[in-house]
């Protein structure tokens, strides 16, 4: 079980690049979401799931409490059930780069075509260094919280970015 304060910042990821080739693992995420004030969402990521409870946002996008315990994957497929419609389906490549590791997610589905990086600091003001292929920052823009995208997928609202991202 971890709890905390969690800080992160989200960047898209230049498609035309190549990225996958400094991935050290990758595993396969599915996640779905319950109605709250807050962020629940249970997640499947390949042999162990999780319940995650996280906090409003802070600083723009920035930080936000976050509650998170493994549980059992017949619990999770249970739960899933209950989620709202729209479930996130997603493959994680982890890339470390410059002491940091840059978690790049490449989304399925209705969200097919997104690629996004995150990267969690241990602090707000914590400076660090980025890959060629991690491009424009969208910390802070809810469209790409996982959240949001089962319920307004990337694939309504993609011509919106530049082509280097869609």
């Known amino acids: 079980m971890s709890s905390g304060q969690e800080i992160e910042r989200k960047f898209l990821v230049h498609k035309a690049m190549?990225?996958?080739s400094y991935a050290h693992?990758?595993?396969?995420?599915?996640?779905?979401?319950?109605?709250?004030i807050n962020t629940v969402r249970i997640r499947i990521r390949d042999e162990?799931?999780?319940?995650?409870?996280?906090?409003?946002?802070?600083?723009?996008?920035?930080?936000?409490?976050?509650f998170e315990k493994e549980i059992s994957i017949a619990e999770a497929r249970e739960l899933l059930m209950l989620?709202?419609?729209?479930?996130i389906d997603k493959r994680?490549?982890?890339?470390?780069?410059?002491?940091?590791?840059?978690e790049i997610d490449e989304f399925y589905g209705d969200n097919e075509g997104l690629v996004m990086?995150?990267?969690?600091l241990n602090s707000e003001d914590e400076t660090f260094e980025?890959?060629?292929?991690?491009?424009?920052?969208?910390?802070?823009d809810r469209r790409f919280?996982?959240?949001q995208m089962r319920r307004n997928p990337f694939k309504a609202w993609k011509d919106t970015l530049p082509e280097a991202y869609r």
């Open 18 to 20: 190549d990225w996958k």
């Open 25 to 36: 693992s990758s595993s396969h995420i599915q996640q779905g979401y319950f109605a709250a």
């Open 48 to 66: 162990k799931a999780y319940l995650t409870i996280k906090g409003p946002s802070r600083n723009g996008g920035l930080s936000r409490y976050e």
């Open 83 to 87: 989620c709202e419609p729209g479930v």
């Open 92 to 102: 994680r490549y982890l890339v470390d780069f410059g002491g940091k590791t840059f």
């Open 117 to 120: 990086a995150e990267i969690e």
């Open 130 to 140: 980025k890959p060629d292929f991690i491009g424009m920052e969208v910390t802070g």
């Open 145 to 147: 919280y996982n959240s």
